[in-house]
């Protein structure tokens, strides 16, 4: 299956072996984001969201998406996580876009990206389901990888 390391001989998806792979700290961030009215801003800087805080809530859920992301992605592999980390911003022009900043990071012998964009999507999707009872037209994303430090291939920074 050429350079596609999660299919085995026979074509069949496999978690790859890892066991070899020398263990180092290893970082990754990810954004995402999620468009919403000026009334759902109001809401949620003005704590009037009927189902509570909704960026205290939606951090606790990203920090459980990232330690739950072998349990999603079914061929990613269980870490142990030493750090998440959701942050939050608000760019606000000619729309009302939260920003979502998700870093996480291991010692380990495989990467975060995974357990970063899950985290990430998380934390949107509980937005969107704390605020749906204002208003259901937000849009989600993009999601997507800013950096990744450790391993052995090279870090990567979006450009």
């Not at 704590?47 to 990203?62: H, I, P, T, Y």
């Not at 030493?82 to 000619?94: E, L, R, T, Y």
């Not at 389901?129 to 997507?144: N, S």
Request: with cysteine; aromatic share 6%; proline share 3%.
């Amino acid at each position: 299956m050429g350079d596609f390391t999660h299919f085995n001989d026979q074509g069949r998806a496999r978690m790859v072996d890892i066991s070899e792979k020398e263990e180092t700290v290893r970082t990754a961030r990810v954004r995402s984001s999620v468009q919403v009215t000026e009334e759902i801003y109001n809401a949620i800087r003005g704590g009037k969201v009927r189902k509570g805080d909704v960026l205290s809530v939606a951090q606790v859920a990203g920090v459980m998406a990232a330690k739950k992301t072998p349990d999603i992605v079914p061929m990613c592999h269980p870490l142990p996580l030493k750090a998440v980390d959701v942050s939050f911003d608000w760019k606000i022009d000619d729309s009302y876009e939260l920003l979502i900043d998700v870093m996480v990071k291991t010692k380990g012998n495989t990467g975060v990206e995974m357990e970063a964009l899950t985290a990430a999507s998380a934390v949107a999707l509980t937005v969107y389901d704390m605020c749906k009872a204002i208003d259901k037209g937000m849009v989600i994303g993009p999601t997507y990888l800013l950096e990744k430090t450790g391993g052995k291939s090279d870090d990567y920074r979006k450009g």
